[in-house]
């Protein structure tokens, strides 16, 4: 009996955790069932899965989730690379930063989804369009971080790898760099969920494919069922992301301590 | 700043501060030099190639033509209706979530049941790129006022919730405990501990908030809506209006801005405040 309720307590937040799901799934259920809501509105939990797995069975949400997941990847690579290096160059340069500094904050406090219709006239209707706002969401936090990381490398140990004839170039890839990894990769946390909403949004406003259009389509003809199926797809991908990164962060972290 | 100074160094030394300020607001420094060289640099560039004649120009307008749509905006009276309509759902979306987000925190923080319960729900919709939820508001809520305060309250009640949860779960034990032993209600503790205790971690927590709030707001209204900053900044691109569309887009950002820092600057204020209180 002292072994299962401390069992009990060992798991008690998964156990609560799945107990809370549930009955949110359940009590959703119920108000669809017994009407107390119109299920035109919120659809019901059973619903949602039947229209899954029909859509499944189609194959045409799977290419929207494809669509959407190769964007997010070419839009999150690009600002991963542009990010880095602007952040690496502002961190080795003064100068470069004084100069780059403004648009940053300007970017940073801008809704950059505003400039959606002038991304579309220069660059059309999709691909381009979305991984353009995904990369223009995503990349300030990489280049901030990577900034940040880059001078708050220990000046001895520059000093310590000048005394030993180390050049520049060998400052920055063994010193400057390895240094900064783990407030890079901070940034990149931050940077998936960005790069997430950036390519949602973007396909919400200006897409023919995609979960974002997806949601966007079914919304404006009021199929609530099929909306929700593309927004729990997009919760799904969003926990898978998040989460993997943060197992990420969490091993570099582990490994700085060494 | 002075503040900051005394309270650490006991030895008040007002004097050399204000000089060192009178010098700074003289002599650019370098940072600002190449700063405001870069941005002039910039939008000269930009009004060379924007009168250029090319096809691509005609699409990004020019300093000039947004400074000129500016002043008319201004001293039109449409361009205040709009902006009221924006700031009336900001403020009623945003007051809701600091409610809704405190109060749940208090909850969470204070009770392990309800947090377990609800934890993974709130993780799930923390890590939800929230926009993928405004096509459901606007059937739920319609095209009006009322989906983009859901919008707005959305986004910005979890950067509340999660640093109130935290903010509570970081007060001393050891207070609460002398609370309970000197006989405190419940509400006693929620009101006499646990909200001081937690007040800078809310704080910030309202701080990120009001940028989420915005970022709502004008998603939302340029998803559907009929007035605001944000169906102006879509029918405006729509109908290929560069330069009002580049004026209103300065306006939501300078509004994103100020915002924050203000609760920035109150953030500060705070934090020196307790410093003090927990030093003496």
């Known amino acids: 009996m002292k072994s299962f309720t401390s069992w009990i307590r060992k798991r008690e937040q998964l156990l609560l955790g799945t107990l809370g799901i549930i009955l949110v799934i359940a009590v959703w259920q119920l108000i669809s069932d017994l009407r107390l809501i119109n299920p035109f509105f919120i659809s019901s939990p059973s619903q949602i899965l039947k229209t899954a797995f029909n859509q499944t069975v189609n194959g045409d949400l799977l290419e929207d989730f494809w669509i959407t997941v190769v964007e997010f990847v070419v839009a999150f690579a690009l ?20 100069t780059i500094d403004p648009f940053l904050w300007f970017l940073y406090s801008t809704p950059v989804i505003a400039l959606y219709p002038v991304l579309i006239i220069w660059l059309g209707l999709g691909f381009a369009t979305v991984v353009t706002l995904g990369v223009l969401f995503t990349i300030t936090p990489i280049i901030i971080n990577t900034f940040t990381g880059v001078t708050q490398t220990s000046p001895v140990l520059i000093k310590a790898a000048k005394s030993f004839g180390a050049n520049r170039r060998q400052i920055l890839f063994k010193i400057a760099l390895p240094s900064a990894i783990p407030m890079i990769v901070t940034g990149l946390r931050i940077g998936v969920e960005r790069t997430l909403v950036g390519v949602i949004v973007g396909e919400l406003f200006s897409a023919n494919a995609g979960l974002g259009f ?43 301590e060494f | 700043m002075e503040n900051k100074m005394n309270s650490t160094t006991n030895t008040a030394v007002p004097k050399p501060v ?30 060379l190639f924007g009168s250029s004649g090319s096809v691509l120009a005609r699409y990004i307008s020019k300093p000039s033509q947004v400074v000129q749509a500016g002043a008319e ?60 939820l405004i096509p459901l508001l606007i059937i739920w809520f319609g095209i009006g006022v009322g ?134």
């Open chain 2, 73 to 132: 905006w201004l001293s039109g009276g449409d361009f205040y209706r709009h902006l009221q309509i924006s700031l009336q759902e900001i403020f009623g979306g945003f007051l809701l979530a600091v409610a809704a987000g405190v109060l749940g925190g208090l909850l969470m923080g204070r009770s392990r049941i309800i947090r377990g319960l609800f934890d993974p729900l709130v993780m799930a919709l923390y890590a939800t790129p929230l926009v993928a």
């Open chain 1, 79 to 98: 600002s991963v690379v542009l990010g880095i290096t602007i952040g690496l160059l502002m961190g080795l340069f003064k100068r470069v930063e004084y």
């Open chain 2, 147 to 280: 989906s983009k305060i859901a919008a707005v309250f959305l986004f910005a009640v979890f950067p509340v919730l999660l640093n109130t949860i935290t903010g509570i779960r970081q007060v001393d034990p050891l207070l609460i405990r002398a609370g309970r032993s000197f006989g405190a209600s419940e509400w006693q503790l929620f009101t006499k501990i646990l909200l001081p205790g937690s007040i800078p971690a809310i704080i910030s927590g309202i701080r990120l908030g009001w940028g989420k709030a915005m970022i709502g707001m004008v998603i939302g209204e340029m998803y559907v809506s009929t007035a605001g900053l944000g169906h102006l900044i879509s029918s405006l691109g729509n109908s290929m209006k560069m330069g009002d569309l580049f004026f209103v887009i300065l306006i939501v950002a300078g509004m994103g801005y100020v915002g924050s820092n203000l609760l920035l600057r109150l953030e500060e204020k705070v934090m020196v405040w307790r410093e003090e209180a927990l030093g003496k």
């Open chain 1, 214 to 256: 997806r949601i966007s389509y079914y919304g404006a003809r009021l199929q609530v069922s099929s909306l929700f199926v593309a927004i729990v797809l997009v919760i799904i991908l969003g926990l898978i992301l998040t989460q993997s990164l943060r197992l990420l962060e969490k091993r570099l972290l582990k490994w700085q």
């Open chain 2, 18 to 47: 204000s000089i060192r300020r009178r010098r700074r607001a003289f002599r650019l420094s370098e940072r600002q030099g190449w700063g405001i060289g870069a941005v002039l640099v910039f939008l000269a560039g930009w009004e």
